[in-house]
């Protein structure tokens, strides 16, 4: 049940809803010259509702009387998303199991609170060019959001992250809810720079929340505290539109079914459409709830055949080449090293000895997992372009965005360790990054290259031919022998970089070398 890698995109909202489906959703947008003035045109506006029938759960949501709230959807039902997988036999694995535990876990909603609420700007240029600014997390997944919702070609968006983001936590994966739209469709019609920002009560009401919902967990073990059989239903509240939802379900099915090393699986995950605020991404996506559900169920399934919960997890932790249910090979963990390390530290052993008096500390244990978005099983990426300049400094722009996580600095890093100089050496002074801004990343031979015989496409290409043929020899006869003169050329580039960077500066000559050698080594490559 590995999420695909690619969902149709559920075209269940318009800019503006004939129907309303939750508190927050929008039924117009003013634009003024003050934000004075946007406010007192929005109290002339008088808007008439007819109350409808609604559903606030998803198991009212998932009823056969239920209104249907996308009925160009599904004319059906509700439940919008499905995913399920089986392994073994669940049923005969349980009635052979010495205990087994059932429950249901319920969870509801949680908001994030970053700092900076949901806003954008938008500024259309006289040729028709559109820039959007976006503290969003994912700039080019906006870029494209953008060009396809408002009709405009890609080649003629740009979204740029500002140089900073007040706090994401998930809720700005992809649009920042309808800032970007909103910006953008209000700058096209009065032709000036629009700003659209949430206050902090729209936001709340109106921008992703995690998804609540429930989970069934049946588990089982035999008598040694060996793990047999789990039997898991998830119906998670997806809000009144789909958003990122399609992949909830496979995501919850990972996480509750990678911890541990279960031989026997049954799972049916569901999202159901709901009449409350949109759900999407919050600090683990997919995670917090079944790990709840399963951490709980270990819990107890340990203390009905009177083992250590720690000891428990420990015999039934995923090990390297253990079969699971993802496509791609588990090669290492660190989960037994991290129970015995946090069991020491917390003084697991003498947890009994202390609840005497007044104040008393209470002791737990649990086990989770994440993704890291990265290969194999989920490709998270951007493109990076570097250029080095007449003057021997060094730029490069990048679609990944600063929010905290020292991305500047990491780049810098990598940047040194590549070029084969110090952090020092590369450093601030000679060294220009501009992270966040989907054109400079995506847009081959935007950044001006290293002169007139190479442009940054080509460069490029020829470093993609590089990293695309690290591949195993026997995917190609001939890798050998282009490895050999990759490893030369990467010798050569190295070389020729710390001689444009040596000082005195008298860098165009070495520039200039360095455009024609770049250039006649890919092709000599390709």
């Given at each position: 049940?590995?999420?695909?890698?690619?969902?149709?995109?559920?075209?269940?909202?318009?800019?503006?809803?004939?129907?309303?489906?939750?508190?927050?959703?929008?039924?117009?947008?003013?634009?003024?010259?003050?934000?004075?003035?946007?406010?007192?045109?929005?109290?002339?506006?008088?808007?008439?509702?007819?109350?409808?029938?609604?559903?606030?759960?998803?198991?009212?949501?998932?009823?056969?009387?239920?209104?249907?709230?996308?009925?160009?959807?599904?004319?059906?039902?509700?439940?919008?998303?499905?995913?399920?997988?089986?392994?073994?036999?669940?049923?005969?694995?349980?009635?052979?199991?010495?205990?087994?535990?059932?429950?249901?876990?319920?969870?509801?909603?949680?908001?994030?609170?970053?700092?900076?609420?949901?806003?954008?700007?938008?500024?259309?240029?006289?040729?028709?060019?559109?820039?959007?600014?976006?503290?969003?997390?994912?700039?080019?997944?906006?870029?494209?959001?953008?060009?396809?919702?408002?009709?405009?070609?890609?080649?003629?968006?740009?979204?740029?992250?500002?140089?900073?983001?007040?706090?994401?936590?998930?809720?700005?994966?992809?649009?920042?809810?309808?800032?970007?739209?909103?910006?953008?469709?209000?700058?096209?019609?009065?032709?000036?720079?629009?700003?659209?920002?949430?206050?902090?009560?729209?936001?709340?009401?109106?921008?992703?929340?995690?998804?609540?919902?429930?989970?069934?967990?049946?588990?089982?073990?035999?008598?040694?505290?060996?793990?047999?059989?789990?039997?898991?239903?998830?119906?998670?509240?997806?809000?009144?539109?789909?958003?990122?939802?399609?992949?909830?379900?496979?995501?919850?099915?990972?996480?509750?079914?990678?911890?541990?090393?279960?031989?026997?699986?049954?799972?049916?995950?569901?999202?159901?459409?709901?009449?409350?605020?949109?759900?999407?991404?919050?600090?683990?996506?997919?995670?917090?709830?079944?790990?709840?559900?399963?951490?709980?169920?270990?819990?107890?399934?340990?203390?009905?055949?009177?083992?250590?919960?720690?000891?428990?997890?420990?015999?039934?932790?995923?090990?390297?080449?253990?079969?699971?249910?993802?496509?791609?090979?588990?090669?290492?963990?660190?989960?037994?090293?991290?129970?015995?390390?946090?069991?020491?530290?917390?003084?697991?052993?003498?947890?009994?000895?202390?609840?005497?008096?007044?104040?008393?500390?209470?002791?737990?244990?649990?086990?989770?997992?994440?993704?890291?978005?990265?290969?194999?099983?989920?490709?998270?990426?951007?493109?990076?372009?570097?250029?080095?300049?007449?003057?021997?400094?060094i730029q490069f722009a990048s679609g990944m965005m600063e929010m905290g996580t020292g991305l500047k600095t990491t780049l810098i890093q990598i940047a040194a360790e590549v070029l084969g100089t110090d952090t020092?050496?590369?450093?601030?002074?000679?060294?220009?990054?501009?992270?966040?801004?989907?054109?400079?990343?995506?847009?081959?031979?935007?950044?001006?290259?290293?002169?007139?015989?190479?442009?940054?496409?080509?460069?490029?290409?020829?470093?993609?031919?590089?990293?695309?043929?690290?591949?195993?020899?026997?995917?190609?006869?001939?890798?050998?022998?282009?490895?050999?003169?990759?490893?030369?050329?990467?010798?050569?580039?190295?070389?020729?970089?710390?001689?444009?960077?040596?000082?005195?500066?008298?860098?165009?000559?070495?520039?200039?070398?360095?455009?024609?050698?770049?250039?006649?080594?890919?092709?000599?490559?390709?």
């Open positions: 049940v590995q999420s695909p890698p690619y969902f149709e995109i559920v075209k269940d909202q318009c800019f503006f809803n004939r129907e309303v489906r939750y508190v927050g959703d929008e039924v117009c947008a003013v634009a003024a010259i003050s934000e004075e003035i946007a406010a007192e045109a929005c109290k002339a506006i008088r808007v008439e509702y007819e109350v409808l029938p609604a559903v606030l759960t998803a198991e009212e949501a998932a009823a056969e009387d239920a209104p249907i709230l996308h009925p160009d959807v599904n004319p059906k039902t509700n439940l919008a998303f499905k995913s399920e997988n089986r392994t073994g036999d669940a049923e005969a694995a349980f009635a052979g199991c010495a205990a087994v535990v059932e429950g249901t876990y319920k969870m509801g909603v949680q908001k994030q609170m970053q700092l900076e609420t949901q806003n954008a700007l938008a500024w259309l240029a006289g040729d028709g060019r559109l820039t959007v600014w976006s503290p969003t997390q994912s700039p080019a997944l906006v870029q494209r959001l953008v060009s396809w919702i408002c009709e405009i070609p890609m080649s003629k968006v740009r979204v740029v992250n500002p140089g900073y983001v007040g706090g994401a936590f998930g809720v700005r994966i992809g649009l920042s809810s309808k800032a970007e739209i909103y910006a953008v469709e209000l700058a096209k019609r009065t032709n000036r720079p629009v700003k659209f920002v949430y206050d902090r009560h729209e936001d709340m009401i109106a921008s992703e929340t995690r998804h609540g919902g429930q989970i069934h967990i049946r588990l089982g073990c035999d008598a040694g505290g060996c793990l047999q059989a789990l039997e898991g239903r998830a119906l998670m509240e997806g809000g009144a539109y789909a958003l990122s939802s399609a992949s909830l379900c496979g995501a919850v099915a990972s996480r509750m079914q990678t911890v541990y090393h279960i031989p026997n699986v049954d799972y049916c995950g569901q999202v159901a459409y709901t009449n409350t605020t949109p759900a999407g991404a919050q600090r683990g996506y997919g995670a917090p709830q079944p790990q709840f559900a399963m951490e709980n169920s270990i819990n107890r399934l340990a203390d009905a055949i009177g083992m250590d919960p720690v000891e428990f997890r420990k015999k039934n932790v995923m090990q390297p080449g253990d079969p699971w249910m993802v496509s791609y090979e588990l090669r290492s963990t660190g989960m037994l090293e991290c129970l015995d390390k946090g069991a020491r530290e917390i003084g697991w052993a003498n947890r009994k000895s202390i609840r005497e008096g007044r104040f008393r500390r209470g002791y737990g244990v649990a086990c989770g997992n994440h993704i890291s978005s990265g290969y194999p099983f989920q490709i998270e990426h951007s493109n990076i372009f570097i250029c080095m300049n007449y003057d021997g400094t020092d050496d590369i450093g601030p002074r000679h060294l220009a990054v501009f992270p966040g801004d989907a054109e400079a990343a995506l847009q081959p031979g935007l950044l001006s290259a290293l002169g007139d015989d190479l442009r940054v496409d080509e460069l490029q290409i020829f470093l993609c031919f590089l990293v695309q043929h690290q591949t195993d020899p026997a995917q190609d006869p001939h890798l050998g022998c282009r490895q050999s003169r990759a490893v030369g050329v990467c010798q050569r580039l190295r070389h020729i970089v710390q001689q444009v960077m040596q000082p005195p500066v008298k860098f165009c000559h070495r520039a200039a070398d360095l455009c024609q050698t770049l250039v006649a080594l890919f092709y000599d490559l390709s």
